[in-house]
């Protein structure tokens, strides 16, 4: 998200992988103008067997610790830049 504020350009990168998402993601409406495609060789095969135990336990215990608006403060510091220090989703 903040590098299509500083630039207006973002890349898209489709995946088909099996199963829910693990967290929560910002979702970008796009026009796309170009679709190039590549061979996958080097893409691993993957396949979706469960569910990774370490989002719901730290979710549970920062709950437990810090209580109910915990998860929206944690994401609220987390995500308002992006790693390269771009402003990135909106506080709300």
């Given at each position: ?29 796009i026009e796309l103008e ?46 308002a830049r992006s790693i ?9």
């Amino acid at each position: 998200m903040s590098h299509l504020r500083e630039n207006g350009r973002i890349v898209v990168m489709l995946c088909a992988f099996s199963g829910p998402p693990e967290a929560v993601r910002s979702v970008v409406r796009i026009e796309l103008e170009r679709i190039a495609e590549s061979c996958g060789y080097g893409v691993p095969l993957m396949e979706h067997v469960g569910e990774r135990e370490h989002y719901r336990l730290s979710a549970e215990k920062r709950l437990r610790v810090g209580g109910p608006g915990a998860l929206a403060r944690r994401r609220a510091e987390s995500n308002a830049r992006s790693i390269d220090g771009l402003p990135a989703l909106d506080r709300q």
